[in-house]
């Protein structure tokens, strides 16, 4: 199994451009996460998906969107990049759902991202 | 959900026992204490979650006090691979959400 899988994984931008962060997940589970790790700094939720077709802000949800287009996949999108933007992305997913409510979440390697 | 507080680094020597102390002095009631570890150029990696006293695998043991305001992640006889930084956040039962402090950076010696 790959487990969640992050798309790209290195990409550099220029200040103003627009950008997508894919996510899939093949554990079949029904809640999604998008983190933001800057240096030295633990992680910090963005965007989350409880369930297919809802999405809830995170603590840090400026400057960000998200799709949660399939139960699979979780899409974070950066219209208008900035250098504070500057980080490491994780996606994470975790059961949930009829699995019961204390499951762990599993996370992708990471897309690091630099804004010039 | 409440932040936590662990100590900033560690160290240790193959062999030992380590134990990592989490503080979350405002732990609500429904709030699970979950443990990960992270490698560089990593996810982070589930470890053990509990809710009170002693909880044990594999790996770890995680021993929560009566009054729940903080947690002790042991790990037996570490290794170099155990070199990591280890987070200790809250997940509400409810909300299902993460929220990391800083966590402790242990580096294992020879």
């Known amino acids: 199994n790959a487990g969640v899988t992050q798309t790209p994984k290195f990409q550099v931008l220029k200040t103003g451009q627009s950008m997508t962060l894919q996510c899939a997940q093949d554990?079949?589970?029904?809640?999604m996460y998008w983190y933001r790790q800057d240096p030295g700094m633990g992680l910090r939720l963005i965007y989350y998906?409880?369930?297919?077709?809802?999405?809830d802000k995170g603590e840090v949800p400026n400057g960000y969107n998200v799709s949660r287009l399939n139960k699979r996949e979780f899409s974070l999108r950066l219209e208008s990049a900035a250098p504070s933007q500057t980080s490491v992305y994780f996606c994470a997913s975790s059961g949930g759902g009829q699995r019961g409510p204390n499951q762990p979440q599993h996370f992708g390697d990471g897309t690091r991202l630099s804004i010039l | 959900l409440a932040k936590t507080t662990q100590p900033i680094s560690m160290d240790s020597y193959e062999g030992q026992e380590v134990n990592i102390t989490c503080s979350h002095n405002n732990i609500a009631t429904n709030d699970y204490i979950t443990w990960y570890q992270q490698f560089p150029s990593q996810g982070p990696r589930f470890i053990i979650q509990g809710y009170k006293t002693k909880v044990t695998n594999e790996v770890a043991s995680l021993f929560i006090p009566a009054d729940r305001k903080s947690s002790t992640l042991s790990l037996p006889r570490v290794s170099l691979s155990d070199t990591a930084v280890y987070y200790c956040p809250l997940m509400n039962t409810g909300f299902q959400k993460l929220v990391f402090g800083t966590g402790t950076r242990l580096l294992v010696s020879p």
């Open positions: 998906s409880a369930s297919e077709g809802t999405t």
């Open positions: 554990m079949n589970h029904n809640s």
